[in-house]
């Protein structure tokens, strides 16, 4: 008589499949509030939005000056080598108090004159590094008035490098100063996004490890992303045991550091000790996946774009011409590390736009930046 | 159904300008409709299903609200004709003489269902009731929840409920005994069945077509209208929440709902609306000869500020959202 497969297993096998089961049971019951399974995604806006013309290839991370200058990393292709097509890595300028790229019709008597008052966004000429393929990105400026762009930047050899840039407003170029890399400094696994914190320190996330799989560590829910600290000579590790902490940023005084953890659909809080570590001081559920983190300078209010739907974002990220992804920007309001309350101010199917990853605001307008696709500008009133 | 179970879900704050709530009204502003010239009407104090709430402890009313006046408290109006209110949908008409009406939906103690007209008198506040379409006299009237008036005497209205099960069976079990109902000034006759839940129902600006709120499948019905009042089905169209009633904005054709978002949330919130919050949501639904264009989420809120959203009304970049057993709010849209 035939016995079936499952009655003939020694007891050992069953224990040990069983077991796998009860993991795998428990790794979907944890993971299915954030697939927002059939969770319709409504659409809303400030005021009115449109489709920044000429950016197609992604505005992944946008970072702001006082004076509205806004910069931001476009052309991304992350995991280095993953697109299908080629990309080019860029850096842009963006005016908020010059939204509109303006051409003015000179007639005169003899010809018509097209003059070309404010082109934005401002493509950046690189000078001291002949190749771009930039992520996350943060401003500094110091007490003499210079402006420092760090860059986050994944050479296709499987480097990864945070770049220094001084920022020549004249000639429109970034000259690059410094460079952290890999292959100096340990601690340095797949990074994502930075803050700078003095001339030459800052903080930045390791999203992925680079020891296992990509697919491992995200449907696994492996938590072996961490934060990590530049203080001018060498790297350590501030934070460890994160599932894809994404953007990182920091309170105007200062005094708390912002982490994006993703994996747990929260926003991390961390005090700043004067060596650089960092002790956590709380965690506020967001119920979605934010990527970068952008403090509003005078409110103090954090601002995310946010991906709410995982299995779009995922579906987005293999082939970003041919899926959608909902978009989300949120914003925080803080005091003194703690939350006060939340609003939702933008959100869409992904039909208008996807792959929301990065907000900022600047006098009643909003820059909202994508990971492979386009930038949008809004009035918000 | 599976979106409104709301596992694991967060419900984001947001509105389309200032918002207020209204004060004095405290136990809720289920429907509303306005007239052209932005005087809306809203029942308030109901109790359902009868019986819902200790007796007295809640008493009907309808309500003016003055769009062009917004400031002004809400005006109570007396009504004639009648010695109690448990008020739920309504519905306006207006005829060739400009005479004003006002047809509402009325829960009795003793489980009788009726639409009662009333004749709107602005001199003097008050409604004088002219008609009354009742369970008593007319079959195919179940449990009611709203209707939309379509001419002097005639209306659709939509059977939330049969008589015939209990409620808790019906919305659990997913029985689709729900119905849409036909009155043509003399009679009643079902023309849609099998529906689970059919809330709020109104006409798009040409009279051409039926909206119902198809709550039990989180969808909005569309459809055509026959001569002799009969209903012929165009299209579905799902919108993941569950809608309450519908307003159609005269200008735009759009339709406006107040929804409710978390399904959990609004079953407690039944029960005990003084002790439970529920997340609440309004939608606004572009519509073209029947047809979807878009949808935009107006205003979203777990249920800190208001709960229980049912309806909504626009008035010139203004908008007056009811809720079933608490609120009831005004927003400026920017």
Not at chain 2, 223 to 241: E, H, M, P
Request: hydrophobic share 40%.
């Amino acid at each position: 008589m035939q016995r079936s497969l499952l009655f003939r297993m020694g007891i050992v096998v069953k224990s040990v499949l069983f077991g796998m089961f009860v993991i795998v049971a428990f790794r979907l019951w944890q993971i299915a509030p954030m697939l927002a399974i059939g969770r319709t995604v409504y659409h809303h806006s400030p005021g009115h939005c449109r489709l920044v013309e000429g950016i197609e290839n992604g505005a992944e991370d946008i970072a702001t000056l006082p004076n509205g200058l806004a910069f931001f990393s476009s052309g991304l292709d992350f995991p280095a080598g993953h697109l299908k097509y080629p990309v080019t890595g860029k850096i842009y300028t963006f005016d908020f108090n010059h939204p509109g790229s303006s051409f003015v019709i000179v007639y005169t008597n003899i010809a018509i004159i097209i003059k070309i008052l404010d082109e934005n966004p401002k493509e950046l000429t690189i000078e001291g590094l002949s190749s771009m393929n930039p992520h996350g990105l943060s401003l500094w400026q110091n007490d003499k008035g210079d402006t420092y762009l760090f860059v986050v930047n994944h050479p296709p050899n499987g480097e990864e490098c945070v770049d220094k840039f001084l920022f020549d407003a004249k000639t429109n170029s970034l000259v690059h100063k410094m460079r952290v890399s890999s292959t100096e400094h340990g601690f340095m696994e797949v990074v994502n996004d930075l803050v700078v914190v003095g001339d030459n320190q800052f903080y930045y996330t390791n999203f992925l490890h680079k020891q296992l799989p990509v697919a491992v560590q995200k449907f696994g829910m492996i938590a072996w992303g961490s934060v990590g600290y530049f203080d001018g000579q060498k790297t350590s590790l501030v934070q460890k045991g994160l599932l894809l902490p994404n953007g990182i940023n920091i309170s105007p005084d200062m005094k708390y550091v912002y982490v994006s953890h993703s994996g747990h659909a929260e926003i991390l809080v961390l005090n700043r000790l004067s060596d650089g570590s960092l002790s956590l001081k709380n965690s506020i559920q967001i119920g979605t996946r934010g990527d970068n983190l952008d403090v509003d300078p005078i409110t103090g209010s954090i601002w995310i774009g946010a991906h709410p739907k995982f299995m779009q974002i995922v579906r987005y990220a293999s082939d970003p011409n041919t899926y959608k992804s909902a978009s989300q920007v949120l914003r925080v309001n803080m005091k003194d590390g703690h939350f006060v309350n939340m609003t939702e101010v933008f959100a869409d199917d992904g039909s208008f736009i996807s792959g929301s990853s990065s907000a900022v605001y600047y006098k009643h307008a909003m820059l909202v930046g994508t990971v492979f696709t386009n930038l949008m500008y809004c009035e918000v009133k | 159904m599976i979106p409104v179970l709301g596992i694991g879900r967060t419900f984001y704050h947001h509105a389309p300008g200032p918002c207020r709530l209204v004060e004095g009204i405290e136990s809720g502003a289920e429907d509303i409709a306005s007239l052209p010239n932005g005087l809306a009407f809203f029942s308030s104090g109901m109790d359902f299903p009868v019986g819902n709430f200790k007796p007295n402890s809640v008493v009907g009313r309808i309500y003016t609200f003055d769009f062009n006046h917004p400031n002004e408290a809400p005006k109570e109006l007396k009504i004639e004709g009648l010695d109690r209110m448990n008020p739920h949908g309504l519905s306006l008409w207006q005829n060739e003489e400009g005479e004003v009406f006002l047809f509402v939906v009325n829960h009795y103690p003793d489980g009788e269902e009726s639409v009662n007209k009333f004749l709107y008198d602005a001199e003097t506040n008050s409604l004088h009731l002219k008609m009354r379409v009742s369970s008593k006299e007319h079959s195919h009237i179940e449990t009611l929840n709203d209707l939309v008036v379509v001419g002097e005497n005639r209306f659709y209205y939509t059977n939330f409920l049969s008589k015939q099960l209990p409620e808790s069976i019906q919305k659990f079990g997913r029985i689709a005994w729900g119905s849409i109902g036909y009155f043509d000034g003399r009679k009643t006759s079902l023309v849609h069945e099998n529906l689970l839940l059919p809330n709020g129902i109104n006409i798009s600006p040409d009279s051409k077509y039926l909206y119902v709120s198809h709550t039990g499948n989180t969808e909005i019905l569309v459809f055509d209208r026959l001569s002799d009042g009969a209903l012929v089905l165009k299209n579905n169209i799902q919108i993941g929440t569950m809608a309450d009633n519908l307003d159609v904005d005269p200008v735009t054709g759009s339709v406006w709902t107040g929804a409710h978002p978390d399904m959990f949330g609004i079953v407690a919130y039944l029960e005990d609306p003084t002790r439970h919050k529920s997340a609440s949501q309004v939608l606004k639904i572009n519509m073209q000869d029947g047809d979807m264009v878009n949808m935009t989420e107006v205003f979203a809120d777990d249920g800190s500020f208001i709960s229980g959203t049912a309806s909504a009304v626009h008035y010139n970049s203004k908008m007056l959202v009811g809720t079933i057993f608490t609120n009831l709010m005004y927003c400026e849209m920017n």
